[in-house]
């Protein structure tokens, strides 16, 4: 299926790893590039990698890290100078691994990542003010804020030191926070401005 030669047990535990990171990763992925499409591409393209390289991951160890990380990457790598650039996987690979990794009923789940976030995590104009963060910040945002890593395993999925994760995490709520209160101001009767401390316990409870 994938021409490669992989034991049955092995793909196993692969899926079985992976489908419960299925919604975080498109969720962060298209808060990453602010596109539907595009979020598909980045997700397909992270489990192909995944994947391929599954043989070095050490089994025990943080898999929501490591896929993440791969993630990070593979938008750093190659969505980040242009979000319009498709994979260079060609399609018969690509459709197989929807086929392979994408079930009806995770699919499913994913098909309105928006819906997935909002009745989870935030209000809309908390997902448009991230969206409007640069990308370093955003990136440690949606990892801290939406999927709740901690600074350790952020700087281990960035490959930067702590204190930088620290500083982009401060300087990026800092901004979202002015972003939503000029939201605020700008609008009336938009939702009063959140209070991050307050949004993260809210998402603990959700």
């Known amino acids: 299926m994938f021409g490669l030669s992989r034991s049955n047990q092995s793909r196993a535990q692969f899926e079985a790893l992976l489908s419960p990171w299925l919604d975080p990763l498109y969720a962060s992925a298209l808060r990453l590039t602010r596109n539907e499409r595009n979020a598909e591409d980045l997700v397909q393209d992270t489990v192909m990698r995944a994947w391929r390289f599954f043989d070095k991951f050490q089994k025990g160890t943080n898999f929501r890290a490591w896929i993440f990380k791969i993630l990070t990457n593979t938008f750093i790598n190659s969505y980040r100078r242009n979000t319009r ?20 009923d995770l699919t499913e789940q994913t098909q309105n990542p928006e819906d997935f976030l909002l009745q989870r995590v935030m209000s809309e104009d908390v997902l448009k003010a991230i969206d409007s963060l640069s990308i370093d910040f955003r990136m440690v945002v949606i990892l801290a804020d939406l999927q709740e890593f901690s600074y350790k395993e952020i700087a281990e999925i960035l490959d930067v030191p702590v204190g930088t994760v620290m500083s982009r995490l401060f300087r990026g709520r800092k901004q979202l926070q002015k972003l939503l209160i000029a939201r605020e101001e700008e609008v009336p009767n938009a939702a009063a401005t959140i209070d991050l401390n307050a949004f993260r316990e809210r998402k603990k409870l959700a």
């Open 85 to 104: 650039e498709r994979s260079l996987q060609d399609e018969s690979e690509r459709q197989s691994v929807e086929a392979s990794f994408f079930s009806a």
